[in-house]
């Protein structure tokens, strides 16, 4: 039994008491010696009431328990009988101090006298009063740690008897009479106190009903209400849990475990947590987490554990098939509505059948597109191709080509139609977005840093990466973060024309390393280059056309240029490689 709870039957122990001595017979007769004197009458009130148990007991005292594993109180009972006419007496010598008169015919019908104030040994008291329908109290017994709620004992001052709640923590305190009643709460649980409720009014034949009684816990707490949340936008796991008593608490440990290793929990926050919230960013996909928590208290003692919650990372998209390639540098790949990839290569463009495996070479880079940087196809027999300075069209049939337009710092297209879509201009505040019209020979600048972004922050840089559905163009706009010190990227769709443009999401990246983007129906595939957890990873994301995250999922293996969509099957190009995922 704790220390608390064995101090507080201490005291009561110790409250004023009384030594009784009741007339041997228990009739009730007056004698020269009673102390206390006293009539009772029928419900009617006019009727005395006759061969009624009569008990009195010091105020100040609480029932016996002595029974249920708590100490007994140094307080006795003293019970009389009224006679014929209704009265009774209590003859013995009464230490001076406040009483409580308890009557009962045994047929539901009682009264109660509070805070009889016998005086000296020379004077006596007089009452009276009529028996009435006995009332009751119910209520809740709430242990907020747990416990068997059948160990709490419900009293009232100065009554000689208790009850207990049942397995549930309802209970119901009967037979009372009307009165105003000081409630005491003792367990002999451990970790919890005393309540008290006083001043709980019951009248004749009614039912009180309390509020839940939630006894004061003294130890160390669990956590409550933990919930998890998974931000696949973001990439991270959010747990939400209650405040615990703040006087218990200093803060919380977060523990987790990987399901699919079978790895045992483990802490994985490296300061104390204050906050009801936690933000887990080191997780992976494809792996599943089970998350635990612990209360610390003042003394940095940790309590139990607990309950468990749990999510699983799942990507949609799972990688088929990798073709790699010798050549240097970032595989710049172009891929036909079959599968077919057109791929630049040791200086040269060369078609890769994937059935067969095999590659040969189309066109030898050569002149102002000794360097190819960009690659899309146009139809079965030419191919859009640009360097840093000029866009051309290249014939497969008699391997040729025709400079469309030149520019200065072209790093992204993206082909409609006859429309070439093009980023120019390198840095803020050259960057911009362009089109050539293959049909008219014309150029336009559609959207520039400048001019369309000022309006933003100052800090916008370039724009990276761009991709092209029926009705719409999403680019990515790089500028340095202020309030978070870092790198971001703002995902940005506009019509085709320019107008209308919309920021429709906000993501960490590079700057160097630029988001990458493909379209299938109104699903936007994002691909963004971001340190994370002291490693770089790249995540796919898949958004509609509000922002509204789809799925994801990460590659650890450097940064994925989004190629195309074809049918079910995602073409990504990285350095040396090409992968295709599948759903």
């Not at 005291?11 to 041997?24: E, T």
């Not at 996909?285 to 749990?310: I, P, Q």
């Not at 710092?409 to 006859?418: E, F, S, Y």
């Not at 109104?522 to 963004?528: G, R």
């Amino acid at each position: 039994m704790n220390g608390r709870l064995l101090f507080a039957l201490s005291m009561a122990a110790l409250l004023p008491a009384c030594i009784l001595d009741p007339n041997a017979d228990g009739s009730g007769s007056t004698t020269e010696t009673a102390r206390v004197v006293g009539k009772l009458y029928q419900p009617d009130g006019k009727t005395p009431a006759a061969g009624v148990r009569v008990a009195i007991r010091s105020r100040n005292t609480l029932a016996d328990t002595s029974g249920f594993g708590l100490p007994k109180r140094m307080a006795d009972t003293a019970t009389v009988t009224t006679d014929d006419s209704g009265k009774f007496s209590f003859d013995s010598t009464l230490d001076t101090g406040l009483y409580v008169i308890e009557a009962d015919d045994g047929d539901n019908n009682v009264a109660l006298i509070d805070s009889v104030k016998v005086g000296d040994s020379d004077s006596s008291v007089q009452v009276e009063d009529t028996l009435r329908p006995a009332g009751a109290i119910t209520g809740i017994v709430y242990l907020s740690e747990g416990g068997d709620p059948r160990k709490v004992f419900i009293m009232a001052m100065g009554l000689d008897r208790f009850t207990r709640p049942d397995g549930t923590g309802r209970f119901t305190f009967g037979n009372l009479a009307e009165a105003v009643y000081d409630l005491t709460l003792i367990s002999s649980l451990d970790d919890y106190t005393v309540l008290e409720v006083p001043g709980v009014e019951v009248v004749s034949g009614g039912t009180r009903e309390l509020d839940t009684l939630r006894l004061p816990f003294t130890g160390i707490p669990t956590v409550k209400g933990l919930k998890i949340e998974y931000d696949t936008m973001k990439q991270i796991v959010k747990l939400m849990w209650v405040r615990a008593d703040t006087g218990l608490v200093s803060g919380y440990h977060i523990y987790r475990r990987n399901v699919n290793s079978n790895t045992v929990f483990s802490k994985v926050n490296t300061s104390l947590v204050t906050d009801t919230v936690y933000v887990d960013s080191s997780v992976s996909n494809d792996f599943n987490y089970e998350y635990r928590l612990k209360v610390v208290d003042k003394n940095a003692n940790e309590g139990d554990f607990s309950t468990v919650v749990y999510v699983g990372i799942e990507s949609r998209f799972h990688p088929i098939d990798s073709i790699p390639f010798n050549g240097s540098g970032w595989a710049r790949v172009a891929v036909t509505d079959s599968g077919d990839l057109f791929v630049v290569e040791n200086g040269s463009i060369q078609l890769y059948d994937r059935k067969s495996k095999t590659a040969i070479v189309v066109w030898t880079m050569r002149g102002a597109f000794g360097t190819v940087q960009q690659m899309r196809v146009l139809d079965d027999s030419t191919l859009i191709i640009a360097s840093s300075t000029q866009i051309g069209r290249l014939s497969l049939k008699d391997s040729t080509v025709s400079v469309l337009t030149t520019d200065t710092g072209i790093t992204g297209m993206a082909l409609k139609k006859d429309v070439v879509y093009y980023i120019a201009g390198n840095e803020n505040p050259n960057a911009r977005l362009c089109t050539f019209s293959l049909s008219a020979g014309t150029k336009q600048t559609l959207i520039t840093i400048a001019d369309n972004f000022s309006a933003l922050t100052s800090n916008e840089t370039y724009i990276q990466g761009l991709a092209v559905s029926n009705s719409a163009l999403v680019f990515g706009v790089s500028f340095f973060d202020l309030s978070s010190g870092s790198d971001s990227i703002r995902i940005i769709t506009s019509n085709h024309d320019g107008s209308n443009i919309k920021v429709i999401a906000t993501l960490p990246g590079y700057t160097n390393q630029g988001p990458a983007f493909c379209f299938t129906g109104d699903s936007i595939f994002v691909s963004t280059h971001a340190p994370v957890s002291n490693s770089v990873v790249t995540r796919i994301r898949i958004i509609n056309k509000d922002g509204m995250l789809l799925t994801s999922w990460e590659n650890r293996n450097g940064s994925y240029d989004l190629v195309k969509i074809v049918g079910n099957k995602l073409y990504a190009a990285t350095v040396g490689i090409i992968l295709v995922y599948s759903q």
